[in-house]
């Protein structure tokens, strides 16, 4: 998570009798041919070229594409690991890239982690060395290189000589699925399509490499995922000269694109992050959690908010809404037209959401105990009593429905009662399935993480927004260093990004607590394995009715771990499945675009896989199935509960002040 560089860290390997025979047979009778290391080589070898020479990205005459297939104009690259240690202090790979990446600014704005992408390089040349199936592989990918670059220069001297018609206004209108060569010249110049051509064929290649069977999977997944992250800071679609769109703005603009950019990047260096949107377009209270409501609670870890009727009737049991600790609640409350808390409102709830506040150094030793004693149960102690009702009906999102699982545990051992029905929004019970987020859950990266926690009391929100970042580089990363740095732009205006930039810091003890519990250990599934508050957490005792929510696309929370609930917790379970991801799923007000799937035959189904099969498929929001499954469960209709009352006064409007600490 946090920012690393590498330096020329030595393979230790000797060479044995299977890799001697694999390497000459990789050479074989074509001994022009690349080798494996050649071919991550090749990566840098083009960076440099573009570097050194910013015409040859558009010059038709670029040596690269008129070597033959068997002798490719690849650097020369050492042919066994002991060759590469020995040659590591003078032309390696990895020096290559890390003294690339040190001599460039994005390196102070941009959360890559090169040590990580230098292992796995390392990892994919060692390998590859003497492998014939790897020889192979790379013979398929010269060929298919080359007959892409003949491909793409004889259909340009066909068009030249008249021999094709220019493509259709309905061609030309055609926007490729990826965004980053959506430029009319990614198509239609010879230049930028070969060498769009030659990145795409590489990437494909080298990621083919992380496909390794006699890897441990969490190995297996880290190599892959810093794979990926090398693919996509590769792409020729993040360089000034090898940028259509850049260098057009940049000629249409007389240079002023460039400076424009310059002085995003300084603002960016000085700030120490990268800018993803206007930070001075947005304001909670002002555009954004405009929803009418007092803040009738306030601790030292929350402010509860219970938020003003619409309706002259509403039913008896209040709804609590539990946001995650590591994000500010007015996700639920962006504007007026995704708002899930005003849309709520409009149904007749009586709504209560819990504001975190956000850390500082002083709160160092509060414990994941303290989060439930002063969040939930504090929450729904109140919501009670301003509202006359016995119980309370809760919804948990995102890691907020972890915090509520440990709190309906506890309570199902001491038999109390006080929550009625649950909810889960891409909540996490099983943590054997979390996707790409486990990358960052090992040994040393939580090692640095308490490191850091200790120093500071908290953990910085920038450092869990950077892992989020990095599982969506491309659009989250990448886009906006095109944006902001190559087109000089503005960052772009979006609700949905600002929200995600104004995180909140997490307190030491909580936040080392739920790490080791959840991601390393695993334990809120096992049974009497954790203990809080004096109970064993035991979630076969949640007996609630359950309505659990996960999302095709969630990169953090894997729809097929949302829905383990279904068979974790005791009661019944209505498990729902919506498109998109962990947050454009679960904003998606009605009149929207999206889907969601739902199983109404009863039977209960042993995988994720065997619920699919039998599931239903409805187009539009799923918010009013839950509307419908919650007022079930909410009792009758009657005159709306004051504002508070006498025990807990209105002390501030809503959005309430935690919500605005920076």
Known sequence: MANQNTGGGRAQSGRSEEAQEGSAHSRGTGAGRPSPDQMLGMWTSWMEQLSASPPAAQNPAWPQWQNAPDSLGLPTFPGSADQLSKSLADEPLLRSIDQIWNANPLREVVPVDWAEIAWALRTVWLRSVGKPRAALSLLDFNQALWRSTVNVWQEAGQTWLGMLGLAKDGDQATVPADKRFAAPEWRTNPAFLALKELYLLASDWLLEQGDVADLEEAERQRLNFHLRQFVDAMSPALMLMSNPVALRKAIETGGASLADGARNLLTDITAGRLSMVDAKA?????????????????????????????????????????????????????????????????????????????????????????????????????????????????????????????????????????????????????????????????????????????????????????????????????????????????????????????????????????????????????????????????????????????????????????????????????????????????????????????????????????????????????????????????????????????????????????????
């Open 282 to 662: 947005f304001a909670p209270g002002r555009n954004l959690a405009l929803t009418p409501g007092k803040v009738v609670h306030r601790n030292r870890l929350m402010e509860l908010i219970q938020y003003s009727p619409t309706t002259e009737q509403v039913h008896r049991t209040p709804l609590l809404i539990l946001p995650p600790w590591i994000n500010k609640y007015y996700i639920l409350d962006m504007r007026p037209k995704n708002s899930m808390i005003r849309y709520l409102v409009e149904q007749g709830f009586t709504v209560f959401v819990v504001s975190w506040k956000n850390p500082d150094a002083s709160m160092d030793g509060i414990g994941i105990e303290d989060y439930i004693d002063l969040g939930p149960l504090a929450a729904s102690d109140i919501a009670r009593e301003i509202t006359g009702s016995a119980s309370v009906n809760v919804m948990g999102y995102c890691i907020g429905g972890v915090l509520l699982t440990l709190t309906l545990a506890i309570l199902a051992a001491k038999g109390d009662t006080r929550f009625n029905s649950a909810s889960f929004m891409v909540s996490p019970q099983d943590f054997s399935r979390i996707g790409d987020t486990a990358v960052f859950m090992g040994e040393p990266t939580l090692d640095l993480v308490e490191q850091q926690m200790m120093e500071r009391g908290y953990l910085d929100s920038r450092e869990m927004s950077n892992m989020f970042s990095l599982l969506r580089s491309n659009d989250l990363i990448w886009a906006n260093v095109v944006n902001n740095y190559l087109l000089g732009n503005r960052p772009a205006a979006f609700d949905l990004l600002y929200w995600n930039s104004d995180g909140t810091r997490m307190t030491r003890a909580a936040h080392s607590w739920y790490l080791r519990n959840t991601y390393v250990e695993n334990n809120l599934i096992k049974p009497g394995e954790i203990r809080l508050k004096g109970e064993a957490v035991d979630l076969s005792r949640i007996g609630q009715d359950v309505y659990a929510v996960g999302c095709e696309k969630d990169h953090i929370v894997p729809w097929d771990s949302a829905w383990r609930v279904t068979q974790l917790f005791g009661g019944s379970v209505r498990y729902v499945l919506a498109s998109s991801g962990h947050v454009a799923g679960i904003i998606n007000p009605p009149g929207g675009k999206g889907a969601y799937r739902t199983r109404e035959d009863g039977i209960a189904a042993s995988s994720p896989e065997e619920w699919l099969q039998g599931a239903k498929r409805h187009g539009g929001s799923w918010w009013p199935d839950w509307v419908s499954w919650l007022s079930a469960r909410s009792g009758r209709k009657g005159k709306p509960p004051p504002l508070g009352n006498a025990q807990y006064p209105p002390r501030a409007d809503a959005p309430g002040t935690y919500v605005l600490e920076t």
